[in-house]
């Protein structure tokens, strides 16, 4: 006999996806753009602030000249921001990504212009004020407004739309980081809420394009370099990369609840002493001023910061500082709501703590180095909640493929733990505490494995159409039975209905109906799949005499 082949396909795409992807190109190159801007705004803010010059030069606040007086920065800084945020818009507030998947998931991706334009400004004046925050977050959050803008423009739909808005995000990440592979997993696993062609190809392209361009406009990689890594491989890396990574699982969570603890204490303010939100970032800046006082390397992005820790010969005064101040500045000011990233932050501290690991060991300078890389790429994958853009990525921002094995190791048990920890992680608890829940849990649709045929009431049940029906008379609204379950339901959601006649593809023949009672049948085995435990050994199935 004859096989026919199946008329269903891997994938849902069509001939659209070449548009997108070739707007994508362009929302490629603006968001590098508008990368490079933003870092230009931080260092002229940064030179204004602490220096009182104009200039574009790459600087830390660390060496300013102001002596005791730096601790008032800050609080400037802070002063314009929630002035922006309350006579702007307040959704320049908080990190930028949760804003970004919130405008994906409630707004049908649509993000307001004066967004794009108030988000890179007030990231700009809080960092270079001296917030210790990164940049990434604003950027994402800009290149996806502009993404969203653009799209706005277009005859698209919702779901094009977020393909457009997240091609934006991407391409900022990839710019600031040299990181295009790692921009586009973070796309998957944090805002895409899907892994289909129709949207990983234009956002795959606008990310390349990023990182295309990034080497014209702020150089190539690695952004970070490390001495050579021999022996990475061994067994006993292995097993510390196990223990580092379960540890980074707790400090990640622990770094979330602080910085939402502190988040709880404004509210709490507010609601005693009736101080409005504007002036939180104010007094986020007192404490940034304090500790800056104390650490004067905690302000600022740090990046040199993430540099020494990553060439192995950081001292205990910099780790320490990291672990102790940076930490408590970034998560009391963070917890303000003003504006500003925790990417740069987590990684950071995260570095710090496998840094630490590694002064405690006694290690060699480039060992340390390992440590730190570890401890980097396990905060990100533990806070985040993001273990395979967190492998990519600490790959891509040093080129030290060597670390793999170990950083994977790493990586994979901080996600675990956190996993098992915290219900959500520090970007969807922001959502979660909006009234919000987001599931991350991505799989396919139980109902997209089941076929209708399996399913069906055969014979048809009354009130369907007769049997005999041929090609000429098929019913309006109909579903061939080498369809999908999953393509059912949605025919009969659209349509209203609850039964659906099932016609045979090759006779055109009326062969049985599909009823809601149907699909919940078959919605139930995914359920059976996930909560029957079954020893299989010597098990003899019920139809073949076995018992249940």
Same mark, same amino acid.
């Given at each position: 006999?004859?096989?026919?082949?199946?008329?269903?396909?891997?994938?849902?795409?069509?001939?659209?996806?070449?548009?997108?992807?070739?707007?994508?190109?362009?929302?490629?190159?603006?968001?590098?753009?508008?990368?490079?801007?933003?870092?230009?705004?931080?260092?002229?803010?940064?030179?204004?602030?602490?220096?009182?010059?104009?200039?574009?030069?790459?600087?830390?606040?660390?060496?300013?000249?102001?002596?005791?007086?730096?601790?008032?920065?800050?609080?400037?800084?802070?002063?314009?921001?929630?002035?922006?945020?309350?006579?702007?818009?307040?959704?320049?507030?908080? !990190?930028?990504?949760?804003?970004?998947?919130?405008?994906?998931?409630? !707004?049908?991706?649509?993000?307001?212009?004066?967004?794009?334009?108030?988000?890179?400004?007030?990231?700009?004046?809080?960092?270079?004020?001296?917030?210790?925050?990164?940049?990434?977050?604003?950027?994402?959050?800009?290149?996806?407004?502009?993404?969203?803008?653009?799209?706005?423009?277009? !005859?698209?739909?919702?779901?094009?739309?977020?393909?457009?808005?997240?091609?934006? *995000?991407?391409?900022?990440?990839?710019?600031?980081?040299?990181?295009?592979?790692?921009?586009?997993?973070?796309?998957?696993?944090?805002?895409?809420?899907?892994?289909?062609?129709?949207?990983?190809?234009?956002?795959?392209?606008?990310?390349?394009?990023?990182?295309?361009?990034?080497?014209? +406009?702020?150089?190539?990689?690695?952004?970070?370099?490390?001495?050579?890594?021999?022996?990475?491989?061994?067994?006993?890396?292995?097993?510390?990369?196990?223990?580092?990574?379960?540890?980074?699982?707790?400090?990640?969570?622990?770094?979330?609840?602080?910085?939402?603890?502190?988040?709880?204490?404004?509210?709490?303010?507010?609601?005693?002493?009736?101080?409005? +939100?504007?002036? +939180?970032?104010?007094?986020?800046?007192?404490?940034?001023?304090?500790?800056?006082?104390?650490?004067?390397?905690?302000?600022?992005?740090?990046?040199?910061?993430?540099?020494?820790?990553?060439?192995?010969?950081?001292?205990?005064?910099?780790?320490?500082?990291?672990?102790?101040?940076?930490?408590?500045? +970034?998560?009391?000011?963070?917890?303000?709501?003003?504006?500003?990233?925790?990417?740069?932050?987590?990684?950071?501290?995260?570095?710090?703590?496998?840094?630490?690991?590694?002064?405690?060991?006694?290690?060699?300078?480039?060992?340390?180095?390992?440590?730190?890389?570890?401890?980097?790429?396990?905060?990100?994958?533990?806070?985040?909640?993001?273990?395979?853009?967190?492998?990519?990525?600490?790959?891509?921002?040093?080129?030290?493929?060597?670390?793999?094995?170990?950083?994977?190791?790493?990586?994979?048990?901080?996600?675990?733990?956190?996993?098992?920890?915290?219900?959500?992680?520090?970007?969807?608890?922001?959502?979660?505490?909006?009234?919000?829940?987001?599931?991350?849990?991505?799989?396919?649709?139980?109902?997209?494995?089941?076929?209708?045929?399996?399913?069906?009431?055969?014979?048809?049940?009354?009130?369907? *159409?007769?049997?005999?029906?041929?090609? *000429?008379?098929?019913?309006?609204?109909?579903?061939?039975?080498?369809?999908?379950?999953?393509?059912?339901?949605?025919?009969?959601?659209?349509?209203?209905?609850?039964?659906?006649?099932?016609?045979?593809?090759?006779?055109?023949?009326?062969?049985?109906?599909?009823?809601?009672?149907?699909?919940?049948?078959?919605?139930?085995?995914?359920?059976?799949?996930?909560?029957?435990?079954?020893?299989?050994?010597?098990?003899?199935?019920?139809?073949?005499?076995?018992?249940?």
């Amino acid at each position: 006999m004859k096989s026919t082949p199946s008329a269903l396909r891997d994938f849902t795409v069509d001939s659209r996806v070449w548009l997108l992807s070739g707007v994508a190109i362009g929302i490629g190159v603006c968001a590098t753009g508008l990368a490079v801007l933003l870092l230009r705004l931080i260092a002229i803010s940064t030179n204004l602030f602490y220096y009182h010059r104009l200039s574009t030069a790459s600087v830390s606040p660390a060496g300013t000249p102001l002596g005791h007086w730096m601790v008032i920065v800050p609080i400037l800084g802070g002063l314009i921001v929630g002035l922006m945020a309350r006579f702007g818009s307040d959704k320049i507030r908080g !990190h930028g990504i949760p804003e970004a998947i919130e405008a994906i998931l409630l !707004h049908r991706a649509k993000v307001q212009p004066k967004i794009a334009i108030l988000k890179p400004i007030s990231a700009a004046i809080a960092i270079g004020s001296g917030g210790p925050f990164g940049a990434e977050g604003p950027i994402i959050m800009t290149g996806g407004a502009f993404g969203s803008l653009i799209a706005q423009w277009m !005859h698209v739909t919702d779901a094009e739309r977020t393909t457009l808005l997240v091609a934006g *995000a991407a391409a900022g990440m990839s710019a600031t980081f040299a990181s295009p592979v790692a921009a586009i997993l973070l796309a998957v696993e944090l805002l895409l809420f899907e892994w289909r062609p129709r949207s990983l190809v234009p956002v795959a392209i606008a990310s390349a394009t990023a990182g295309i361009l990034r080497v014209y +406009w702020l150089g190539a990689g690695p952004l970070f370099q490390m001495p050579a890594m021999p022996g990475a491989h061994r067994i006993l890396f292995a097993i510390g990369a196990l223990t580092l990574g379960s540890l980074m699982g707790l400090v990640a969570a622990g770094m979330s609840r602080m910085m939402y603890a502190f988040e709880d204490l404004f509210e709490r303010i507010e609601a005693r002493l009736h101080i409005h +939100w504007m002036w +939180w970032p104010a007094l986020g800046g007192i404490g940034i001023g304090i500790g800056g006082s104390f650490f004067p390397r905690g302000l600022g992005v740090g990046y040199n910061n993430i540099a020494q820790l990553l060439q192995g010969n950081a001292d205990l005064d910099l780790i320490i500082g990291v672990l102790v101040a940076k930490s408590l500045m +970034w998560a009391f000011s963070l917890g303000s709501g003003t504006s500003g990233g925790v990417l740069a932050p987590l990684l950071m501290i995260g570095g710090a703590v496998g840094a630490l690991a590694g002064h405690l060991t006694h290690s060699a300078p480039e060992a340390q180095a390992f440590w730190a890389l570890l401890g980097m790429g396990s905060m990100l994958a533990g806070s985040l909640g993001v273990p395979l853009t967190a492998i990519l990525f600490s790959l891509e921002v040093t080129h030290c493929l060597p670390a793999l094995l170990p950083l994977t190791m790493a990586c994979m048990a901080s996600y675990l733990v956190t996993s098992l920890l915290m219900p959500r992680s520090i970007l969807t608890e922001k959502l979660s505490r909006r009234g919000y829940h987001l599931s991350r849990e991505y799989g396919v649709d139980p109902l997209e494995l089941v076929i209708v045929r399996d399913l069906m009431s055969n014979p048809c049940p009354p009130g369907c *159409a007769d049997s005999s029906t041929d090609k *000429a008379e098929l019913p309006e609204t109909f579903i061939y039975a080498d369809s999908t379950a999953r393509n059912a339901a949605e025919i009969m959601s659209s349509e209203g209905l609850e039964t659906l006649p099932v016609i045979d593809r090759e006779s055109h023949q009326l062969c049985g109906a599909l009823t809601v009672q149907d699909l919940l049948r078959g919605r139930s085995r995914s359920i059976e799949r996930e909560s029957e435990r079954l020893r299989l050994f010597n098990y003899v199935p019920p139809e073949l005499g076995g018992h249940n």
